[in-house]
T-cell receptor
Framework: GIQVEQSPPDLILQEGANSTLRCNFS?????LQWFHQNPWGQLINLFY???GTKQNGRLSATTVATERYSLLYISSSQTTDSGVYFC?????????FGTGTSLTVIP | GAVVSQHPSRVICKSGTSVKIECRSL??????MFWYRQFPKQSLMLMAT?????????EQGVEKDKFLINHASLTLSTLTVTSAHPEDSSFYIC?????????????FGSGTRLTVV
C-alpha cells in the first residue's frame, strides 16, 4: 500500500511561534486531509486538500500533488494547538494515515 | 457539515465478553464506513471497510471472526469485539464519506476507548 510519512515526529514550540508540518506520500492520491487529534482522541478535520492551498484562520495548507507532498502551516501557535497532527490520503477506497506529528506548545 | 456519531465513547469490559460499538451518520447516508484502530502514541490503522448490505472487507492481519462488522442500514455500522482480551484494549474510530458535495471528504466519529480487564 501507499506510504505516508510525516515530519517532524515531535515538535515543541514556544507560544506565538510559527511551524510547518510536512506530509510525504509515495503514490498518486485522490484525496488528502489534515486532522488534529486532541488529547481526548477526537479527530478534528482541518483541511480537505487534494491539491492547491487553503487557509483557515491561523492555519493554512498546501498540497503539491505532482510532487507528492503536503504542508500544514501553523502561525502564532497557541497552547490549544497542542496534540497530534495527522495527514491521511485516499487512493480510491483505501484511506491511509501518516505517522503523525506530536506538537507541544508551551506558554 | 457531515456528522458521524460514535457510541460509546468509553467502555470497560471483562475478558471473554463481547462489546458492540456503533457508528452512525447523522445527516447523510453512508454506503461505506471505515473502522480504524489506534494504539497509544501510534497512527490509525485501517481495520476494515464496512459496506451497506454486504460483507465487510478486512485488512490483512485483522481477524474477521473477532471483529464482527455489520452495516445493516445506510446510517449505521457496528463493530463487535468478540471474546475480548486485554490486548484488544485500544482506541477504535469509525469514519464515513460525507454526502455528495461534502467539502470535508471523510468525517470521523469521536472514537471509542476500549479497556478489557
Amino acid at each position: 500500500g501507499i506510504q505516508v510519512e510525516q515530519s517532524p515526529p515531535d515538535l515543541i514550540l514556544q507560544e506565538g511561534a510559527n511551524s510547518t508540518l510536512r506530509c510525504n506520500f509515495s503514490d498518486s492520491v485522490n484525496n488528502l486531509q489534515w486532522f488534529h487529534q486532541n488529547p481526548w482522541g477526537q479527530l478534528i478535520n482541518l483541511f480537505y486538500i487534494p491539491s492547491g492551498t487553503k487557509q483557515n484562520g491561523r492555519l493554512s495548507a498546501t498540497t503539491v500533488a505532482t510532487e507528492r507532498y503536503s504542508l500544514l502551516y501553523i502561525s502564532s501557535s497557541q497552547t490549544t494547538d497542542s496534540g497530534v497532527y495527522f495527514c491521511a490520503v485516499n487512493t480510491g477506497n483505501q484511506f491511509y494515515f501518516g505517522t503523525g506529528t506530536s506538537l507541544t506548545v508551551i506558554p | 457539515g457531515a456528522v458521524v456519531s460514535q457510541h460509546p465513547s468509553r467502555v470497560i469490559c471483562k475478558s471473554g465478553t463481547s462489546v458492540k460499538i456503533e457508528c452512525r451518520s447523522l445527516d447523510f447516508q453512508a454506503t461505506t464506513m471505515f473502522w480504524y484502530r489506534q494504539f497509544p502514541k501510534q497512527s490509525l490503522m485501517l481495520m476494515a471497510t464496512s459496506n451497506e448490505g454486504s460483507k465487510a472487507t478486512y485488512e490483512q492481519g485483522v481477524e474477521k471472526d473477532k471483529f464482527l462488522i455489520n452495516h445493516a442500514s445506510l446510517t449505521l455500522s457496528t463493530l463487535t469485539v468478540t471474546s475480548a482480551h486485554p490486548e484488544d484494549s485500544s482506541f477504535y474510530i469509525c469514519s464515513a464519506r460525507g454526502g455528495q458535495g461534502d467539502p470535508y471528504g471523510y468525517t470521523f466519529g469521536s472514537g471509542t476507548r476500549l479497556t478489557v480487564v
